[in-house]
């Protein structure tokens, strides 16, 4: 029987002591909590009628199986998950399924039970006015823009939003930071990547007429014309356009599709886009703010390079990625030879200009997409992604030719020449870790430091025997 003035919550979940440490907070935070397996979720349901349901989802599973089995038998119980996602897809996979709430795991107790008592307020709240259900509704989805911190995040939380508010089955985002660039396509929903594609090519020249609005448009071809050929015959009738934009420039492009068999999007529809267009504008300054901060967090004062921090981290995503693509990268670890004279001549003022032109050398001699770290002193790594250890060993001996070529110092007056020991470790030829794959160039440079100086050498497997390796 139902305790009067206590809502009851229906907690979901496979693993019996996370099931009893969340029934536990749940009734001492005042709920009325029952618990269930994922398995019993619907026999449950069709027997116990609860206010809210919080579903504890295992890693990887499919969250929209266990939404759907709430909503078909209690269609009007509001659905929190508990999760751990890798990307911010999921987030908006679950909301797009019927989530209320998505909580990353480890949640703490507080932050859990205010959140659960907010989202049983609003539903009260909703049940008794449909129209501030709607207007609720438009600011939690908002909220839910404003609260990211990523740029990807803000782009999946809105076009999230977008798609609630309108209705459209079909939408996707344009990276289109000028108009006279090739705008890169992201953030697909409803279509195949080929589609969205052949789509573009058909609204882009509207698209570009429309360059100059702020606020959201339509563009509509529902009458017969070759303009928006594949976009009829693939039953669209009318897009909807909507300029993400700060006061200075354009940021990008959410483009969303209605199908003929949907009702024509409404001005009140249009205004709500409008709402949630400056909501993700705001977030989208916020989060570049935030990514500013970050690069400075990793940002080698002197050089502009990234720092040392920066490269475990850079190491750990090419591995992850080497892993699932099969594709090798390098690492190169570098050391100017006799730079101590530099600074015992000149000064450590003029050292350090050396260091900035040195960084602009390395910067010249490999591709954008590669990473250049300034470690400490005189020393610097380059992370060469998709490369092999023919490839790597060619552009190492770049670098040092190039660095052995280049007269340092012209700006000051001078003509200083400098060389460098370049040690080089590929993954996964040398080694499936990344302590060892540092570790192996690192040594390889400090071969050459006790031979001639002024060379390249490959990494060897065998120098980690009997090794305790540091960190990188």
């Known amino acids: 029987m139902p305790v009067p003035g206590k809502k009851s919550v229906l907690f979901a979940g496979d693993d019996q002591f996370l099931r009893d440490w969340y029934l536990k907070n749940l009734n001492e935070g005042g709920y009325l909590a029952g618990g269930t397996t994922l398995t019993d979720l619907e026999i449950t349901l069709t027997r116990f009628t609860p206010d809210l349901v919080l579903i504890d989802l295992p890693r990887k599973e499919d969250s929209q199986k266990y939404i759907a089995q709430v909503l078909r038998l209690r269609p009007a119980t509001p659905v929190i998950l508990l999760a751990e996602f890798e990307d911010f897809n999921f987030a908006g996979k679950a909301f797009r399924s019927g989530a209320d709430e998505v909580l990353p795991k480890p949640v703490e107790p507080q932050l859990m039970l205010m959140i659960l008592n907010r989202v049983i307020e609003e539903d009260r709240l909703l049940k008794e006015n449909i129209e501030l259900r709607e207007y609720m509704k438009l600011y939690s989805s908002c909220q839910r823009i404003t609260t990211q911190l990523e740029e990807e995040g803000v782009r999946t939380a809105t076009i999230t939003a977008l798609m609630a508010e309108t209705g459209s089955q079909a939408a996707f985002y344009l990276d289109w930071f000028s108009l006279t660039a090739t705008p890169r396509i992201e953030g697909l929903v409803g279509l195949e990547d080929h589609q969205s594609k052949i789509f573009l090519n058909e609204l882009l020249p509207s698209i570009r007429q429309g360059a100059e609005k702020d606020e959201a448009y339509t563009i509509g071809f529902d009458h017969p014309s070759e303009e928006f050929k594949n976009l009829c015959e693939h039953g669209f009738n009318e897009a909807l356009i909507f300029p993400l934009r700060t006061l200075e420039s354009l940021l990008g492009v959410f483009i969303l599709l209605r199908c003929k068999e949907d009702d024509p999007w409404s001005a009140k529809v249009i205004q709500e886009v409008n ?198």
Not at 435 to 442: G, K, Y
Not at 450 to 466: E, F, K, S
């Open 275 to 472: 709402f949630i267009g400056r909501n993700a504008a705001l977030a989208w300054h916020n989060a570049s703010l935030y990514a500013d901060a970050k690069e400075m967090a990793f940002q080698d004062a002197l050089t502009g390079l990234y720092n040392a921090r920066y490269l475990a981290i850079a190491i750990d995503r090419e591995i992850a990625h080497s892993k699932e693509s099969g594709i090798p990268f390098a690492v190169l670890f570098l050391d100017l030879d006799y730079f101590k004279r530099v600074n015992d001549v000149h000064g450590h003022q003029i050292g350090s200009q050396l260091l900035k032109e040195v960084g602009r050398v390395l910067r010249r001699c490999i591709r954008d997409d590669d990473i250049v770290v300034r470690y400490g002193g005189d020393e610097f790594t380059v992370l060469l992604k998709g490369t092999n250890l023919p490839t790597a060993e060619q552009i190492a001996e770049r670098i040092r030719t190039m660095l052995a070529g280049h007269p340092f110092l012209g700006r000051e007056g001078l003509s200083v020449l400098i060389t460098a020991c370049i040690g080089v470790s590929v993954y996964p030829v040398h080694t499936q870790s990344a302590e060892e794959l540092f570790f192996l160039a690192d040594h390889a440079m400090y071969k050459g430091k006790n031979a001639t100086r002024n060379m390249v050498i490959v990494a060897d497997p065998n120098d980690l025997i009997g090794r305790t390796l540091p960190q990188p």
